[in-house]
Antibody
Framework: EVQLVESGGGLVKPGGSLRLSCAAS????????MSWVRQAPGKGLEWVGR??????????GYAAPVNGRFTISRDDSKNTLYLQMNSLKTEDTAVYYC???????????WGQGTVVTVSS | DIQMTQSPSSLSASVGDRVTITCRAS??????LNWYQQKPGKAPNLLIY???SLQSGVPSRFSGSGSGTDFTLTISSLQPEDFATYYC?????????FGQGTKLEIK
């Protein structure tokens, strides 16, 4: 069974930085594409970005609201996904979920989420 | 970006009812459409992928259909555990986008 466990959330001031981690188990991590999805309080789901496997070039892609501020990376030796968030804004306040891509391009495994609050 | 629009935004129904939720894409997305269920305080769970394929472990009362721009999620006979929020999501563009969600409540 795939397990994804996020960590690193917390309270940060506008303009600050935070790095989230996602530890994966039960999957051959190096072979899978991964992404981050967020959900602002009381709102719907928003795809943040994704990283391909190393075999597929480890290419990243980001949603427009975070492009240039957020960076997704991975350490396959540690089975861990990262989300570096810089220049944080109040509108980045959300639960951040780590997700795994299936072979059919759906998001078939989700972590429990980590809360990020951006407030002065 | 491809916009996804769900209808209705909320729905009241009773146990045993047949329920249909609609999702419309702003352009053709072939069959690249997935459905998720989310219960309060929990992570979403994949129900249907590629418009009509049932994810492993999901009850057969859930089904999906459609292609191009119009899609539906149907629950054939509502069970108490099905009251939740449902989201569609397109995977045609690498910039994934979700519908705004449909909240299914008990009548």
């Amino acid at each position: 069974e795939v397990q994804l466990v996020e960590s690193g959330g917390g309270l940060v001031k506008p303009g600050g930085s935070l790095r989230l981690s996602c530890a994966a188990s039960g999957v051959t991590f190096k072979n899978v594409w991964m992404s981050w999805v967020r959900q602002a309080p009381g709102k719907g789901l928003e795809w943040v970005g994704r990283i391909k496997s190393k075999t597929d070039g480890e290419t990243t892609g980001y949603a427009a609201p975070v492009n240039g501020r957020f960076t997704i990376s991975r350490d396959d030796s540690k089975n861990t996904l990262y989300l570096q968030m810089n220049s944080l804004k109040t509108e980045d306040t959300a639960v951040y979920y780590c997700t795994k891509y299936s072979t059919r391009d759906a998001l078939d495994s989700w972590g429990q989420g980590t809360v990020v609050t951006v407030s002065s | 970006d491809i916009q996804m629009t769900q209808s209705p935004s909320s729905l009241s129904a009773s146990v045993g009812d047949r329920v249909t939720i609609t999702c419309r894409a702003s352009q053709s997305i072939s069959s690249k459409l997935n459905w998720y269920q989310q219960k309060p305080g929990k992570a979403p769970n994949l129900l249907i992928y590629a418009a009509s394929s049932l994810q492993s472990g999901v009850p057969s009362r859930f089904s999906g259909s459609g292609s191009g721009t119009d899609f539906t999620l149907t629950i054939s006979s509502l069970q108490p555990e099905d009251f939740a929020t449902y989201y569609c999501q397109q995977s045609y563009s690498y910039l994934y986008t979700f519908g705004q969600g449909t909240k299914l409540e008990i009548k």
